[in-house]
């Protein structure tokens, strides 16, 4: 038996109100034993406080902050095109764990971690990641987006064949630390007394894939992962 039954997988989009909308209708509905979202306790604990760097405050991190600062803004800028702040359908979670009274875990790897691996990127894809996200600023007038989930894969499969390493860092091995955290979840849950534990975990769309891919293949086994990071919060 894989791990697959016991975790349902949502995939958002970070910036649309029908992910929202889903994260709260599932919760809710599923009443799972536990909530897993796809943020590490540095990032969780920045959108609680909702303090957005400036351009100048990111730059005193260094190159690390700088691409911090810049990936945030171009998610800002999808956020406008979409009709939502990143980050509302993690808030979602956050929000429907706590009315059900259920533990909330972080599941992602640490940023710090993934921003060192993309300073690491080759200067291929760092140089057009570069000038891609300076585009992302420019004025330019778009129509309405009639399918933003078929638009989003199709984002996906072009990020893919551009930035192979950068797919690699920030899809494959997150899905590979996520996956690992959800299985210890799980495992923890029976070690509580929970016959057949029920969790939901909020990730994003490209990464829903390939968890569902290495849950499905996991025996399910006593198993506490050794690259267990996180917790409850």
Do not use: C
Request: hydrophobic share 45%; glycine share 6%.
């Amino acid at each position: 038996m894989s791990y697959l039954r016991y975790v349902r997988l949502i995939g958002t989009m970070h910036v649309s109100p029908r992910s929202r909308e889903e994260v709260l209708r599932t919760i809710l509905s599923e009443r799972p034993h536990a909530v897993a979202i796809e943020l590490d306790r540095a990032r969780f604990l920045a959108m609680n406080e909702e303090k957005k760097l400036t351009l100048e405050e990111s730059l005193r991190f260094g190159r690390k902050g700088l691409i911090n600062y810049v990936l945030a803004k171009v998610e800002e800028k999808l956020g406008e095109e979409f009709g939502m702040k990143p980050g509302e359908e993690m808030k979602a979670a956050i929000n429907a764990a706590q009315t059900l009274g259920v533990p909330l875990y972080l599941i992602d790897e640490d940023i710090n971690l993934i921003l060192s691996k993309i300073l690491a990127a080759p200067g291929r894809e760092k140089l057009l990641m570069a000038l891609e996200a300076l585009g992302i600023f420019l004025p330019v007038k778009s129509g309405e987006i009639a399918d933003p989930m078929a638009e989003y894969r199709v984002m996906m499969i072009q990020f893919r064949r551009r930035y192979p390493y950068l797919y690699r860092v920030l899809v494959e091995e997150r899905n590979e630390v996520m996956a690992r955290n959800l299985i210890s979840i799980v495992e923890n849950l029976k070690l509580w007394g929970v016959k057949r534990p029920r969790v939901v975990a909020v990730v994003g769309l490209g990464h829903k894939p390939g968890i569902e891919h290495l849950l499905d293949r996991a025996k399910e086994r006593r198993f506490l992962s050794p690259y267990w990071t996180t917790g409850a919060v």
